[in-house]
């Protein structure tokens, strides 16, 4: 079986090219940046250097694909990119693959693309709930996300096979970050204080489960939440990060509730009065709020069923 692997070089992307070629997939790994050197003179590798974003791609039925594995995905869109600028590389891959014939594709997502802001408190995220789609409320990257599971939607309405993984906030030994932690900006931190569970999930998990997903027999589509086993909670994600430095001892801290109320209730609606919300921190915005600060449980029975996934917590 011959995949082709978008965003190559990239933190899931460079270690998913790494475990494919292990088990003994054919792999076309495409890349803007630098090419993965290491990998360069491996047999079942080729590799394919093309920025999605203003780049032609190759007609893609010379390679013989019988996958597409989607990851490549500005992590930091800037403000002025519109959301359909943004969406180009995705459309021109979906545009590549039908001229090729290729109908198996596994995209990517994000579990940011959910309408936290309209549910309670403590629900369980899973695969019913309702994408967002204010997006002048989200982060450009959730916007885009969300913008970019309706491609991929319409793709598997045409008959393609289209499995959407959605991943929560990726980690391995090396790197985790703090989004979730509260207002992280240098000397000063805001801690927020919750009972919900913070949505991690290992990097050698989310490859599996692509892995899997790339051999997973559906019909049309299927949309897949990758999430460690026992998440922790609040208190615990944070006294994690204090211990491998990312945050420092002390610091504000304050109830979620508190927070929602001076951000989301007051100091956004003023700035939407006064046409200053395009200048807010995107953690200002509604729902980007609700995503990272707002207490949730979250579920990967999915997961476990259909992909006989299992979840390797490092934390």
């Not at 805001?190 to 919900?196: N, S």
């Not at 995503?291 to 917590?313: D, E, I």
């Amino acid at each position: 079986m011959k995949l082709l692997i978008t965003g190559a070089t990239g933190f899931v992307g460079k270690q998913l090219v790494y475990a494919a070629l292990a088990c003994g997939y054919d792999v076309v790994a495409m890349f803007r940046g630098n090419a993965l050197s290491s990998l360069a003179c491996h047999e079942n590798l080729e590799l394919m250097k093309c920025d999605l974003s203003v780049d032609e791609i190759p007609p893609l039925s010379t390679f013989k694909i019988d996958c597409v594995v989607h990851l490549a995905a500005d992590l930091h869109p800037a403000k002025n990119q519109s959301i359909e600028q943004l969406l180009i590389g995705t459309e021109k891959l979906i545009t590549a693959m039908q001229l090729a014939g290729i109908t198996k594709l596994v995209g990517v997502s994000s579990l940011s693309v959910l309408d936290y802001q309209a549910l309670k408190p403590m629900t369980s995220i899973d695969e019913n709930l309702s994408v967002a789609t204010q997006f002048d409320k989200m982060s450009r990257y959730s916007a885009f996300k969300s913008s970019q599971e309706a491609v991929f939607r319409a793709f598997s309405e045409q008959g393609a096979n289209c499995i959407i993984l959605r991943p929560g906030l990726i980690y391995n030994q090396n790197m985790i970050n703090t989004a979730y932690a509260g207002i992280i900006k240098s000397r000063y931190q805001i801690l927020i204080d919750h009972l919900g569970e913070v949505p991690l999930v290992e990097l050698g998990s989310v490859i599996d489960a692509i892995l899997a997903s790339v051999t997973l027999d559906s019909c049309n589509q299927q949309v897949i939440h990758l999430v460690d086993d026992h998440l922790p909670n609040q208190t615990q994600y944070q006294a994690l990060l204090r211990q491998v430095g990312l945050i420092k001892p002390g610091g504000i801290r304050v109830s979620w509730w508190i927070m929602q109320v001076l951000i989301v209730h007051i100091l956004y609606p003023m700035a939407k009065l006064l046409r200053f919300d395009g200048c807010l921190p995107e953690i200002f915005l509604p729902h980007a709020f609700a995503l990272r600060l707002k207490p949730f449980k979250f579920s990967n029975l999915k997961a476990k069923q259909l992909l006989h996934w299992k979840a390797n917590r490092l934390l």
